[in-house]
């Protein structure tokens, strides 16, 4: 029986739109279609918070000009070879650690001071009632975990500071803050440890180098899956390997020296577009005694050098904030801004990164 010609011209039709659509749509390994989701720049991205430093105590400038603060040979290598923003601040925001780290992920740069000191939750701090990066990840379907070094719970929503073996501070962990996180039993199970073993001596203050520095191995075991890995990935150091114990950066040269490479050489960084984002929350030293230096924060944009989503050797000397970070993370995947006169007014930082 002879195929009528209308039949044909309707077979037509659907190849030819087959054939487009497959030119819009990226089909991964694993056979998953993902168009929309994918990111600008990069389809994952790892955040690391570390504390206390201006970027004058922890990168070596040369001969002549070293404030550097210790041993920071890896501090400057990685940022020798990768991105430095030589002019990030996190914009004069108050409220200590907390203040920064809720900012950095919210846009929500008022926070009161009380809540450094007072737990989440607390009469000192009531959780905050705004919309935060964890929405807007969640809303355009992206996957999202926070990683604490020395959690005290396997994962949840743990609202108080934990000593030795730990080493955990609840105003290093944003995300407890928020109360559309604490209200949800499925987003606080998002709040993982990253580390299964605490190597850390119980010593007093400072806590500064030669210590062991932990090996975030729950962490380093999502970035060699990537069926566990999730698109954007919020890592809290403990306050040893962090630097806020010591004002000499050796610790944390030392914990980055180890982690960083094992970041960019696993699997998600080897075989999917990645990027890997450390800053500091904050200039000066945790205890007095810190030589003087600028507000200017270490900032390096990194990623895979075979693999690449960032540029390799760029130094810029663009005014950057806490905010701009942020606004990255959210251009990345065309995501609306959280406050209009922060992260909604800040520039993003395109120039360290490759388009795809």
Known sequence: MRTPLSSLLFITVILVSNVFASASLSITNSGVVSGPLLGKWFDYVVVIMMENHSINLTYYKGVGTNTCLGNCTYFSSLANSNGLAKEYTDDSIQAGSLGDYVAIT??????????????????????????????????????????????????????????????????????????????????????????????????????????????????????????????????TPDTIDDNHDCNDVSVGNAWLNQLVPQILQSTLFTSRKAALFITFDEDGCTFSGCPSAGPELYTVWASNPTNPTTVAGLKSIQHYTHYSS???????????????????????????????
């Open 106 to 235: 919210s846009g929500y740069g008022t926070l009161d001071s009380g809540c450094n000191s007072s737990p989440p939750g607390s009469s000192g701090c009531p959780f905050l009632q705004i919309p935060n990066i964890i929405d807007r990840l969640e809303s355009a379907g992206l996957s999202w975990k926070a990683y604490m070094e020395g959690y005290p719970v396997s994962s949840g929503c743990y609202n108080n500071d934990m000593d030795f073996p730990n080493y955990y501070h609840f105003s290093h962990d944003p995300f407890t803050s928020y109360a559309d996180i604490q209200n949800s039993t499925s987003r606080c199970s998002h709040i993982v440890n990253a580390n299964s073993k605490n190597p850390q001596p119980k010593t007093p203050l400072p806590r500064c180098w030669p210590i062991a520095v932990d090996n975030d191995d729950l962490f380093l075991k999502d970035l060699n899956s990537v069926v566990d890995a999730s698109n954007y990935m919020f890592l």
């Open 326 to 356: 942020l606004r990255t993370i959210e251009d990345n995947w065309n995501l609306p801004p959280l406050i209009a006169s922060t992260d909604g007014s800040a520039s993003n930082m395109h120039e360290f990164l490759i388009p795809r």
